[in-house]
């Protein structure tokens, strides 16, 4: 049974850059049957996804978001991370790290708890 | 994008009674491929994440108990939950992984009453 757990900042500035890591355990980021990614939450927007990464670095991402957006995997740690530019208010939402099997692309089976990100000054 | 829009937004049900949540897709989401139906349920409760209950519109994932059901085809969806329980308290919300990007209903809230 796959867990994955968020880290990163809860407050930001605007104009800044989000950074977040995911630590997944109970299996392996460099496990090709896995797809790796990150999706938010917030009142306004409800559930968004934001991208998705192979173990291999081969990314997909919300053409939404994708100019602001870079995702990268660490195998030798076990964890994958975002990036996340130009933050304004609109970004602040709890943000899960997710992952699929490559069997049924974009159904998330696993989610963390998820880290609660504020944009503000 | 697709859009998916769930009815209604919340609803209250009685102990033991049935509650039933409508999707609808702006597109369908059946591949004429491998005439599979792209559409998950998930549950969350509250203070935690999503969790998926039904995949392919109509199939529930291991573990999850047989009063929860999904139907529906194209672009038109149901959840139904039987024998409404008190831990079904939660926000239910419909998803497409047909297309890129996948995206998610708004969320049905289902109370006790």
């Known amino acids: 049974q796959l867990q994955l757990q968020e880290t990163g900042p809860g407050l930001v500035k605007p104009s800044e850059t989000l950074s977040l890591t995911c630590t997944v355990s109970g299996g392996s980021t460099s496990n090709d049957r896995y797809y790796w990614g990150w999706i938010r939450q917030s009142p306004g927007k409800g559930l968004e996804w934001i991208g998705s990464?192979?173990?291999?670095?081969?990314?997909f991402y919300n053409p939404s978001l994708k100019s602001r957006v870079n995702m990268s995997v660490d195998t030798s740690k076990n964890q994958f991370s975002l990036r996340l530019s130009s933050l304004t208010a609109a970004d602040t939402a709890l943000y899960y790290c997710t992952s699929e099997s490559t069997a049924v692309k974009f159904r998330f089976d696993s989610w963390g708890q998820g880290t609660l990100v504020t944009v503000s000054s | 994008d697709i859009v998916m829009t769930q009815t209604p937004d919340s609803l209250a049900v009685s102990p033991g009674e049935r509650a039933t949540i409508n999707c609808k897709s702006s597109?369908?989401?059946?591949?004429?491929?491998?005439?599979?139906?792209?559409l998950a349920w998930y549950q969350q409760r509250p203070g935690q994440p999503p969790k998926v209950l039904i995949s392919?519109?109509?199939t529930r994932e291991s573990g999850v108990p047989d009063r929860f059901s999904g139907s529906g085809s194209g672009t038109d969806f149901t959840l139904t939950i039987t024998n409404l329980q008190a831990e079904d308290v939660a926000v239910y919300y419909c998803?497409?992984?047909?297309?890129?990007?996948?995206?998610f209903g708004q969320g049905t809230k289902v109370q006790i009453k």
């Open positions: 998803q497409q992984y047909y297309a890129t990007p996948p995206t």
């Open positions: 597109q369908s989401v059946l591949s004429g491929t491998n005439r599979k139906t792209y």
């Open positions: 392919w519109a109509s």
């Open positions: 990464i192979y173990y291999s670095g081969y990314t």
